[in-house]
């Protein structure tokens, strides 16, 4: 009997490999406005900053934050590097897009910023949109389950419709591009899009929402824009997790609705997927 051991030693192993645990989060903080009154950034921070340690996400990207909003999560969650720039510049100025790691789990292997745009390599505003949008993105090595995995984190446009379809049309072909081995790849955001838009339809096409196959009913409220309105049902859906691969089981989906004193952390409620790759 002994001679069977190893063989079930490899087998537990190769098990422990192929179930990796992995959860992700995007999040739109909403820009540090200062005519936001009582939910402006110096109100609300240090409650998003705890929320984001509490539910304590592998990955996660974040929307509209300003320089010093991307400097102040680093600052409070020092365990996650951070790779993204400002949408007008590529460096410090304007909105990132940014993702964080934990540094611990994930070796940074590429990173990079293009914009939506129909010139992706420079600071520019594509199509008919009201203003210039990024995304950003990180090729990621897994200690865990020793592979390597793409994030991708958007925003798309609020005005131009045009822009945010073919915004859609230029994600999918850039993670084409990149993701040359078909390797998993994960793409997060604020999408400005509904279930039904274009935009979401062409992405629900080609990629799987984590909400659509999540093994247990997504948790919270069936939508993720709340517009800081505590006393109103949250309805409106334009915030999501997609990934590339059916070998990528969803565990759980959850549209995160906490509070304080009767106060959002944010005028978007943020998006997590537990899943095992």
Not at 32 to 53: C, E, I, M, S, T
Not at 197 to 219: C, G, H, M, R, Y
Not at 241 to 263: E, M, P, T, W, Y
Request: glycine letters at 6%.
């Amino acid at each position: 009997m002994l001679r069977f051991y190893p063989i079930l030693f490899i087998f537990l192993t190769f098990q422990a490999y192929s179930q990796t645990p992995l959860t992700a989060l995007t999040y739109n903080i909403r820009y540090d406005n200062p005519d936001d009154g009582p939910d402006a950034w110096p109100v609300r921070r240090d409650h998003l900053a705890a929320q984001l340690r509490f539910y304590n996400p592998d990955v996660f990207g974040i929307q509209e934050g300003l320089h010093r909003q991307v400097e102040y999560l680093s600052q409070q969650l020092p365990a996650y590097g951070r790779v993204g720039g400002g949408r007008d510049d590529g460096k410090e100025a304007g909105e990132y897009s940014a993702l964080y790691f934990r540094k611990a789990r994930f070796g940074l292997l590429e990173s990079g910023t293009f914009w939506l745009s129909e010139t992706p390599d420079v600071p520019s505003k594509g199509w008919d949109a009201a203003l210039p949008r990024v995304c950003t993105y990180a090729h990621l090595y897994d200690s865990l389950s020793m592979k390597r995995i793409w994030v991708f984190n958007t925003h798309f446009d609020h005005i131009g419709k045009e822009a945010r379809l073919h915004s859609a049309e230029l994600i999918l072909a850039k993670m084409k591009a990149l993701n040359q081995k078909n390797e998993v790849a994960i793409l997060m955001g604020d999408f400005n899009s509904e279930v039904t838009d274009p935009p979401a339809k062409l992405l629900n096409s080609v990629l799987i929402d984590t909400w659509a196959v999540s093994e247990q009913p997504s948790f919270g409220p069936e939508g993720t824009f709340n517009g800081f309105k505590f006393n109103e049902p949250v309805t409106r859906l334009i915030d999501y997790i997609f990934v590339n691969d059916r070998r990528v089981r969803v565990k759980q989906h959850a549209v995160l609705s906490d509070s304080r004193n009767c106060h959002y952390p944010s005028d978007h409620l943020p998006v997590l997927a537990r899943m095992e790759y």
